[in-house]
């Protein structure tokens, strides 16, 4: 378990399998476009839940946490 700086609630979280994925989504012009993210499970009091955000938010936020 480590922990990561939030962009949701810019609080340090507490969370478990860091996995950097991509989808493949449509832009605004209707290109299917690549997209980066890094998935994660954060861990709560009571509760365990799925949560993502982007690669590029993800490494501006957490500069130090290397991912595989």
Same mark, same amino acid.
Do not use: A, C
């Given at each position: 378990?480590?922990?990561?700086?939030?962009?949701?609630?810019?609080? /340090?979280? =507490?969370? %478990?399998?860091? =996995?950097?994925?991509?989808? /493949? =989504?449509?832009? /605004?012009?209707?290109?299917?476009?690549?997209?980066?993210?890094? =998935?994660?499970?954060? $861990?709560?009091?009571?509760?365990?839940?799925?949560n993502?955000?982007?690669?590029? %938010?993800?490494? /501006?936020?957490?500069?130090? $946490?290397?991912?595989?």
């Amino acid at each position: 378990m480590m922990k990561i700086l939030s962009p949701y609630s810019k609080v /340090k979280t =507490e969370v %478990e399998n860091l =996995e950097q994925t991509s989808h /493949k =989504e449509y832009d /605004k012009d209707g290109k299917l476009k690549k997209n980066d993210y890094v =998935e994660f499970t954060v $861990i709560g009091k009571n509760r365990k839940w799925k949560n993502f955000m982007s690669l590029k %938010e993800f490494r /501006k936020l957490n500069p130090k $946490i290397k991912l595989d």
